[in-house]
């Protein structure tokens, strides 16, 4: 397991800060008030180890498939429904939704190689990211990835708690399938838009793996 550079800044600011209140909390308390400033201790290495945990970077044996659909990001399948897609094709597509959790790995992979056509990165809310409007109102970076099996479009959302959306997937990279493309900060939501004709080989409810579970087969 290594940590994801984007936890360096956030992992050390957390240790001075962590540092420095238990410091002045020892200095500050008397023996009487000993256990106040044990159980900040405890607390505050918690809250470390949390934030540790959620920049992890595990050592994953991946899929590579050409005519498979790779989970992009870890956590739970929330909705699996054909819509209308109105930000990049205009048609109707399979939306796959995966919902992260706070203890989920954030960083995300292609799930198909192919060449970033479309990249784009909309402003917006901040709602619980299993709301059903999350998708089209929160704030949210596309990319569009083509191969000859087709386009599919893949979305990162922020959730309540996530601030932050890093997006690698620069228009014109060709990405490899489980490659990294980005990282969404502090819980949130990955959404694939797949062809009609796409053959769905997860659940709802179902628990995925980035880079490992299948979601899809294109016919």
Same mark, same amino acid.
């Given at each position: ?6 936890? &360096? ?6 240790? !001075? ?9 020892? &200095? ?19 809250? !470390? ?72 990165? &909309? ?21 569009? !990835? ?21 997006? &690698? ?51």
């Amino acid at each position: 397991m290594t940590i994801h550079r984007e936890g &360096y800044k956030i992992i050390a600011v957390s240790i !001075l800060i962590f540092a420095a209140i238990n410091m002045l909390s020892f &200095y500050f308390f008397n023996d009487d008030m000993r256990w106040l400033a044990l159980l900040i201790l405890i607390a505050g290495i918690g809250l !470390l180890i949390f934030i540790v945990l959620f920049f992890r970077v595990p050592n994953r044996n991946l899929t590579f498939e050409e005519n498979k659909i790779i989970a992009p990001a870890d956590g739970k399948v929330v909705v699996i429904e054909e819509i209308i897609e109105t930000e990049f094709f205009n048609d109707r597509r399979v939306q796959l939704s995966i919902f992260m959790s706070p203890v989920n790995v954030h960083l995300n992979r292609a799930p198909v190689s192919g060449t970033v056509v479309y990249n784009n990165y &909309y402003k917006g809310k901040y709602l619980v990211a299993w709301h059903p409007k999350s998708s089209t109102l929160n704030e949210r970076h596309s990319i569009v !990835l083509e191969n000859s099996n087709g386009l599919i479009l893949v979305k990162q959302i922020a959730g309540a708690l996530a601030k932050r959306i890093c997006n &690698y997937a620069l228009p014109g990279r060709n990405l490899k399938q489980g490659e990294e493309f980005g990282f969404i900060k502090f819980g949130s939501r990955v959404d694939v838009l797949l062809p009609l004709d796409a053959k769905i080989e997860v659940k709802l409810g179902q628990m995925v793996k980035c880079g490992i579970t299948v979601l899809a087969s294109f016919n």
